[in-house]
C-alpha cells in the first residue's frame, strides 16, 4: 500500500503558524517515504467555512511551497455519505436523539455537583461529560434533536465481538501527558455519549474524519497532539463502522510566549498576516523549527 498522509484543516480562520508545522510534517514525511500528500478540506460547519477563507488556505498552502492531488476531498460534498452511516448506527439502535440544549445541561450538572458535593466528570477536552441520567428526554420532532452515541452500550458490543482491547499504533514523541509506546490503549469512554450528527448537520468532526481517512485510503495520520486523546474515540468508531485503522502520529504544539496552544482566533500569528509583514516561506520553516525529529519517525 502507498503511504498516504493528509493534512485536513477547517477553514474556519486564518491558517496560523501550527497548521504550516501539520502541514509541513504531513507533506515532507509522504516525499520522504515516496507516498502522497491529500488535502482535505473539513468544512462541515458551512456558516464558519466560507468558499473565501478556503481560497485563502489554498493559497497559503501553495505559498508554503506545497502541492497536491486535485480535486480535493471537501467535507461539505459529502453530507449523504456521513448520513448514511448515521443511519446504520441509528438502525443499530447505538444514536439515541437529544434535543437538551447547553442551558438544560449545564443546570442539571450544577444540581447534581450541588446535591453531591462532587465535581462532574469532563473529557479529555475538559468538556463535562453528557448527564444523560439527569436529563429528561422531552417530546421533539426528529429534525431538533443531535444524535448522541449511546458509549455503553457501543462498548458493549465491540467487548463481545473483539476479545482484544482496542488500541492504536502511535510513533508520536514522548512526553509526559503523551506517553510513547507502540501500542496505545484506547480510552473511548472517557469521552461519554458524544454527539455524531449535530442538530443542525447531519454528521460530526469525529464520524466524518473516521470515514474520510478510511474513503481515502489515509495509512499514517499525523496531526497534533491536541487530537490525541480523540484517537480513542475514533478507533471505536472504526471498529463500530467496520474501518480500518491508520497509523497514528500526534506531533508537538506550537505554543505562544505563555505556553497556550496556537489558535485560529489569535490573527496576528496568521501566515498572510506574517506574509503581509514580508515573511517569505524560509522564515516560517524557521519559526516553526521544523527539524530532523519531527520526521524521524518516518522511514
Ligand atoms: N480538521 C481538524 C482541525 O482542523 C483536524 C482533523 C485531523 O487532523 O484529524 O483541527
Redesign the pocket.
Known sequence: MCPTF?????PNGALHLG?AL?ALINFKAAKKMAGQFLLRI?DIDTTRCTPDKIKQMREDLHWLGLDWPEPVMQQSRRFDIYGAQIEQLKARGLLYPSVASRKDIHQAIARAEEETGRPHPRDPDGTPIFPRHLLKNKEHAEGDAAWRLDMQKALTLIASSHSSQLRWQESGPRSASYPQASMIAADPSAWGDVILARKDCPTS?HLS?VVD?AAQEISH?V??Q??YH?TGLHRLLQQLLDLPAPLYHHHRLLTDIAGQKLSKSRGDLSLRKLRDNGATPDDIRAMIQLCTDDLAAFC
Open positions: 493528509r493534512f485536513a484543516p477547517s497548521h501539520s473539513e468532526y474524519v481517512d495520520v496531526r497534533g491536541d487530537l480523540a
